[in-house]
Structure formats: structure tokens, C-alpha cells
T-cell receptor
């Protein structure tokens, strides 16, 4: 158990809908990273938050947005869902103070029908 | 942009034998970090081993060790005494030096699926 939690574990929804994925980092970790794992794109970095502020953006679609709250949990919002958004979404966390390791949550499997 | 290449989509090893998974990367940075992550059928991403580029000594974690060749930009994973539980997808990953006190994003290879046979 990495100490990173993600909810829900599974999500099935229809095209055009909006969903929210939630992540709680390890106790004391200030950084949260979101990654998408799909069959055709592999594992891709989406976005990074540090202590409530956006630090870096990857290949994140405009339909997707994220935020990190004062209690350090993070939410990834996916809207106007398309079939191609079906994937496993991972959250990872890292400590501050020049830590370079990231620990992953169990992921949320999103299926868009 | 940094890239990570894993040229072996699948590998197979017999239980108790040794196997080496290959990884090459491309970067213009001099300071960075390399990782191997394991993804078993449960799909959980598990950190197996890490290597700091500034360290010449190869990292070792129990039965797992790496062969880090900085000039060749090569970072292979050796699994000794393979066990059935080692069967998984293995991803090589690169991270630039921490940015103002926190880890940078991970760039992953496409993975190598390891089968362990009796």
C-alpha cells in the first residue's frame, strides 16, 4: 500500500457526461501528479500540483481540469467525455524538499460508453 | 524533449533464472533520475528501484539491480532468482532534477511484459 488513495476505483459513464476523480496524497506530501494510462497512448503525464498551485501541465485536454485543495487532496474533472477518454487514471504523490520519488495510487478505471 | 525507449515488448524467464530488461533514454540534461516501476495484473504501479544520474554506483534492491551507463544513456534492470510474483509489466521512467523542491514529472517507456515460467 503506497498510502495514496483514489476514488472511485471504477467509473462507467456515457459520452458527453462529466466525472470527477479524487485523490488523497500520502500524509505530508505536498505534490500531486495525474497520469493517464490508455492502450494507444501508454502512460502520459497530465498535470502536477504543488501545495495548491499548478506546477506543470502535460498533454491534458482542454476538457480536463484539476485542482488541489487546502487539505492537499486533488480532483481531476473530465467533461464532455468521449469514447477515447476511457483509460486508467493514476494519481501519484511526492514529498517536498527535493524528493524525486513518486508513489502511485491504485488508479481509477474510467469506461466511457 | 526527453524520451524513454523500451525495445522489448515481451520477455520470458524461468523461475530461479536471471533476466535483463532494457531501457534507453534521451535527454540533454546532466542531472536526472531513472526508475523502474512494476505493474502487476492488479494494475498498481509499484516503484522497484531508482537511480540518480550523478551516482556512478549502480542501484541494488534485493534481487533487483540496474546497469546504468550514462554515456550510452542506457538503464537496464536485472532480476535475479526470478519468482512467479515477478510476472508483470515493467516500465522504465525518467524524471528531470527536482524543480524548486519537488519531483518533476515522469516520462515512461512503453513497457516490457515479463512472463515467469516454471
Amino acid at each position: 500500500d503506497s498510502g495514496v488513495t483514489q476514488t472511485p476505483k471504477h467509473l462507467i459513464t456515457a459520452t458527453g457526461q462529466r466525472v470527477t476523480l479524487r485523490c488523497s496524497p500520502r500524509s505530508g506530501d505536498l505534490s500531486v501528479y495525474w497520469y493517464q494510462q490508455s492502450l494507444d497512448q501508454g502512460l502520459q503525464f497530465l498535470i502536477h500540483y504543488y501545495n495548491g498551485e499548478e506546477r506543470a501541465k502535460g498533454n491534458i485536454l482542454e476538457r480536463f481540469s484539476a485542482q488541489q485543495f487546502p487539505d492537499l487532496h486533488s480532483e481531476l474533472n473530465l467533461s464532455s467525455l468521449e469514447l477515447g477518454d476511457s483509460a486508467l487514471y493514476f494519481c501519484a504523490s511526492s514529498a517536498s524538499r527535493s524528493s524525486y520519488e513518486q508513489y502511485f495510487g491504485p488508479g481509477t478505471r474510467l469506461t466511457v460508453t | 524533449a526527453q524520451t524513454v525507449t523500451q525495445s522489448q515488448p515481451e520477455m520470458s524467464v524461468q523461475e530461479a533464472e536471471t533476466v535483463t530488461l532494457s531501457c534507453t533514454y534521451d535527454t540533454s540534461e546532466s542531472d536526472y533520475y531513472l526508475f523502474w516501476y512494476k505493474q502487476p495484473p492488479s494494475r498498481q504501479m509499484i516503484l522497484v528501484i531508482r537511480q540518480e544520474a550523478y551516482k556512478q554506483q549502480n542501484a541494488t534492491e534485493n534481487r533487483f539491480s540496474v546497469n546504468f551507463q550514462k554515456a550510452a544513456k542506457s538503464f537496464s534492470l536485472k532480476i535475479s532468482d526470478s519468482q512467479l510474483g515477478d510476472a508483470a509489466m515493467y516500465f522504465c521512467a525518467y524524471s528531470a532534477s527536482p524543480n524548486t523542491g519537488t519531483a518533476s514529472k515522469l516520462t515512461f517507456g512503453t513497457g516490457t511484459r515479463l512472463q515467469v515460467t516454471l
